[in-house]
């Protein structure tokens, strides 16, 4: 008898079988990736070539847009590469790793928001102390902090996914890419560790920093609500505008995931509301700064006039 290692196969859903539809679609997402690396490299770019931007609250932009950067390269390069052969297969291993970078980048995106958000409570409701407590070395700590915990998270789900108990030839996921809640719902791994991972995270990665989020706002409302100017409260809740923007987008796209997921049996359906914060979401974030935000707009000047 000769010994053999069974190795699954993954197959994605395709987003549309018609072919007429397939060039409309390698170029719809080929250039959303192209405007998200431009949009979020601009970001960098100019947060990094100005002085005044050298603050915690834009040292954190900076970092979210690598982030977005590295998330949404995980899944659009390999649609592209599904639509252009037709063949939507990824292995086991392809999968896995899929997965890994799809939670750690994720998981991080969610944490900055959070501490973007804390950022802001520091800075409005404790102007005095603002220095001495976001300096350097705790922003740091808190950016260290948030890629700790996104590995935390990949441990957790690895308890889940690193066993697989029936064996298939073919295994469907019900998107277009190994996220993380498509992967632990596949029959091939264990229903009762999957369901136990699933709820952990979802109270201390989900629940824990949109708790975090709530409290820092209301605190900012609290403090902009008994300021006695009315410039003042304006000029208070614009810094948070472009921030609490991302943070409803992200949180909305998410929740509608979730109950698109629930009530729907579509795989098609989940996939295409699965568009909105794995591609979308990072596309739109750093024009929503841009335009919102007027120490962005006031650099973007500068560099375009160096530049022109």
Same mark, same amino acid.
């Given at each position: 008898?000769?010994?053999?290692?069974?190795?699954?196969?993954?197959?994605?859903?395709?987003?549309?079988?018609?072919?007429?539809?397939?060039?409309?679609?390698?170029? $719809?997402? !080929?250039?959303? /990736?192209? @405007?998200? %690396?431009?949009?979020? &490299? *601009?970001?960098?770019?100019? +947060?990094?070539?100005? =002085?005044?931007?050298?603050?915690?609250?834009?040292?954190?932009?900076?970092?979210?847009?690598?982030?977005?950067?590295?998330?949404?390269?995980?899944?659009?390069?390999?649609?592209?590469?599904?639509?252009?052969?037709?063949?939507?297969?990824?292995?086991?291993?392809?999968?896995?790793?899929?997965?890994?970078?799809?939670?750690?980048?994720?998981?991080?995106?969610?944490?900055?928001?959070?501490?973007?958000?804390?950022?802001?409570?520091?800075?409005?409701?404790?102007?005095?102390?603002?220095?001495?407590?976001?300096?350097?070395?705790?922003?740091?700590? $808190?950016? !260290?902090?948030? /890629?700790? @915990?996104? %590995?935390?998270?990949? &441990? *957790?789900?690895?308890?889940? +996914?690193?066993?697989? =108990?029936?064996?298939?030839?073919?295994?469907?996921?019900?998107?277009?890419?190994?996220?993380?809640?498509?992967?632990?719902?596949?029959?091939?791994?264990?229903?009762?560790?999957?369901?136990?991972?699933?709820?952990?995270?979802?109270?201390?990665?989900?629940?824990?920093?949109?708790?975090?989020?709530?409290?820092?706002?209301?605190?900012?409302?609290?403090?902009?609500?008994?300021?006695?100017?009315?410039?003042?409260?304006?000029?208070?809740?614009?810094?948070?505008?472009?921030?609490?923007?991302?943070?409803?987008?992200?949180?909305?796209?998410?929740?509608?995931?979730?109950?698109?997921?629930? @009530?729907?049996?579509?795989?098609?359906?989940?996939?295409?509301?699965?568009?909105?914060?794995?591609?979308?979401?990072?596309?739109?974030?750093?024009?929503?700064?841009?335009?919102?935000?007027?120490?962005?707009?006031?650099?973007?000047?500068?560099?375009?006039?160096?530049?022109?």
């Amino acid at each position: 008898m000769q010994n053999t290692t069974f190795v699954p196969e993954f197959h994605f859903i395709q987003l549309s079988e018609d072919p007429d539809l397939q060039p409309v679609l390698f170029g $719809l997402f !080929l250039s959303t /990736y192209i @405007l998200t %690396l431009f949009g979020n &490299l *601009l970001i960098i770019l100019t +947060v990094s070539s100005d =002085s005044h931007l050298h603050t915690p609250m834009y040292f954190f932009l900076s970092n979210l847009s690598m982030v977005d950067i590295c998330f949404v390269s995980i899944t659009v390069p390999r649609v592209i590469m599904d639509i252009q052969t037709q063949c939507p297969v990824i292995s086991y291993v392809g999968c896995l790793t899929q997965m890994s970078l799809f939670v750690i980048f994720g998981c991080m995106d969610n944490m900055l928001l959070a501490v973007m958000a804390y950022d802001r409570f520091v800075a409005i409701c404790h102007p005095l102390y603002y220095q001495v407590i976001m300096n350097p070395s705790h922003c740091g700590v $808190l950016l !260290l902090g948030c /890629y700790l @915990l996104s %590995l935390l998270q990949l &441990l *957790l789900h690895y308890v889940a +996914v690193l066993k697989i =108990s029936n064996y298939k030839d073919y295994i469907e996921v019900s998107n277009f890419f190994c996220g993380s809640s498509e992967v632990l719902k596949l029959p091939c791994f264990d229903t009762v560790t999957s369901n136990i991972v699933r709820y952990c995270i979802g109270v201390l990665f989900g629940l824990l920093p949109v708790s975090g989020i709530i409290f820092s706002y209301f605190k900012i409302v609290s403090s902009i609500i008994r300021s006695p100017s009315s410039s003042g409260k304006h000029k208070t809740f614009s810094t948070c505008g472009s921030h609490l923007s991302i943070v409803c987008m992200f949180y909305g796209t998410a929740l509608g995931v979730y109950f698109t997921s629930s @009530l729907s049996h579509s795989a098609k359906s989940n996939a295409v509301a699965s568009l909105m914060y794995t591609v979308v979401t990072p596309m739109l974030n750093p024009f929503i700064y841009s335009l919102r935000n007027k120490d962005i707009k006031t650099a973007l000047r500068k560099i375009l006039s160096r530049a022109f």
